[in-house]
């Protein structure tokens, strides 16, 4: 009785044949990121260590975070048009956070002014 061999099998078949899969690197190692025998996550987990993605900040800490790192964000900044756009679309983020209902623990994040950052932005230059 044939057996039925689909074209990628088929591929997969010849370039076995050809030693084309012989010598990979890694080949006999552990796939990097599985931290144990069943780990359905481990291809997440490799994802954040590859990428260093940290873990998503609730809304409010996140714009405190912004308001903390601005004058670093506005020293990059050449033009004030733009400084000032950074800023007011800061502000204009913290006041919709305000508008709507806490997701936990409701945090206070207060407004730049922003004729004050630009006057350090100014002064930095």
Do not use: C
Not at 91 to 120: C, K, Y
């Amino acid at each position: 009785m044939e057996r039925y061999e689909s074209w990628v099998d088929r591929q997969v078949r010849e370039a076995q044949e050809r030693g084309a899969f012989d010598d990979l690197p890694g080949a006999g190692r552990p796939i990097p990121g599985i931290k144990g025998p069943h780990d359905p996550d481990w291809w997440v987990k490799g994802l954040i260590e590859r990428e260093k993605i940290s873990a998503p900040l609730p809304p409010g800490l996140a714009l405190r975070r912004e308001v903390e790192q601005l004058p670093a964000t506005l020293a990059d900044q050449r033009d004030e048009a733009v400084a000032r756009a950074l800023v007011e679309d800061l502000n204009r983020r913290i006041l919709d956070l305000r508008r709507r209902p806490p997701d936990g623990v409701p945090l206070f994040v207060p407004t730049v002014d922003v004729d004050a950052a630009l006057e350090r932005w100014r002064r930095s230059r």
